[in-house]
């Protein structure tokens, strides 16, 4: 299952997203949920139904397997929209969003720790305090987010990337090699690699200088990078992506709400 960070722009946080929940309802509830839509799988059942011999009819089978029937198909109530199956506020991004200097919020704008944050709090190996730096939080108004504060240190990390990786002397079928990509890109570094492997340093650099989150919510649409599936394995990839975050970015009003949400699929 894979966690991705979503941008909410507005006050409606729960409303935006509830349009795209994955909707884990019983089917029997589904029926009555506007989001929900039929979705055939007559083709399936018949294939399964007739692989060995039964002794039900297709109409039980398909019950059992739990499969409903409607205008004599077979086949399940689903949000085609769905995106998230849980979400929290902050979560893996806690303090995401870095505050211009010399910006006071009143009150506490973080939402709730990540997993191995909470579990850190609870054994006493972190504070509350450490993680709930008054310089940044999980939702502020958009004019008082330090942009160029937040894509500084990627700007620092894409130049070490691509200085240490065009640097390397090691055979690539090396175990040293391996670790390296591994430690830096993670498991699934294909794309990533390839990027590394054919951008100039400055427009590497660029590319990667740029702060965008996997997703955007908006007035109730959803921008994405890509379709993420299990795993955190992303497929479908827009490679304009942080251009396309950006030039949104730069229309949304001084004056709305920017809530940073870890969403789960």
């Known amino acids: 299952m894979s966690h991705f960070v979503v941008v909410v722009v507005g006050e409606n ?11 884990d309802l019983s089917q029997e509830e589904l029926l009555n949920d506007k989001r929900a839509v039929f979705i055939d799988k007559t083709k399936r059942v018949l ?12 109409d039980e089978y398909a019950e059992q397997e739990g499969y409903f029937k409607k205008d004599n198909k077979y086949g399940y109530y689903s949000n085609p929209n769905a995106k998230w199956d849980w979400y929290v506020i902050g979560g893996r991004w806690r303090g995401e969003l870095k ?10 704008n973080y939402g709730e720790l990540g997993t191995f944050d909470s579990l850190d709090v609870r054994d006493g190996k972190k504070k509350i305090e450490e993680l709930s ?6 939702f502020a108004l958009k004019r008082q987010i330090d942009i160029a504060g937040m894509e500084e240190p990627l700007r620092i990390n894409a130049e070490r990337l691509w200085t240490e990786f065009h640097n390397l002397t090691v055979d690539k079928e090396s175990d040293e090699y391996k670790s390296w990509l591994r430690d830096n890109l993670g498991f699934f570094s294909n794309e990533e690699l390839k990027r590394l492997e054919s951008m100039p340093k400055d427009e590497y650099i660029a590319c990667k200088s740029t702060w965008a989150p996997y997703a955007l919510l908006w007035n109730g649409k959803w921008y994405e990078k890509g379709t993420m599936g299990w795993w955190g394995v ?8 942080p251009t396309i975050f950006k030039e949104l970015w730069n229309q949304i009003p001084d004056n709305e709400m920017i809530t940073v949400v870890d969403c789960h699929i």
């Open 47 to 58: 294939e399964d139904y007739n692989s060995k011999d039964r002794d039900c009819s297709i």
């Open 133 to 138: 730096p008054p310089t940044h939080c999980d």
């Open 13 to 23: 946080v729960k409303e935006q997203l509830e349009s795209f929940w994955e909707l």
């Open 234 to 241: 992303s497929s479908n990839e827009e490679t304009q992506w």
């Open 99 to 108: 505050l211009k200097a010399n910006t006071k919020i009143e009150g506490n």
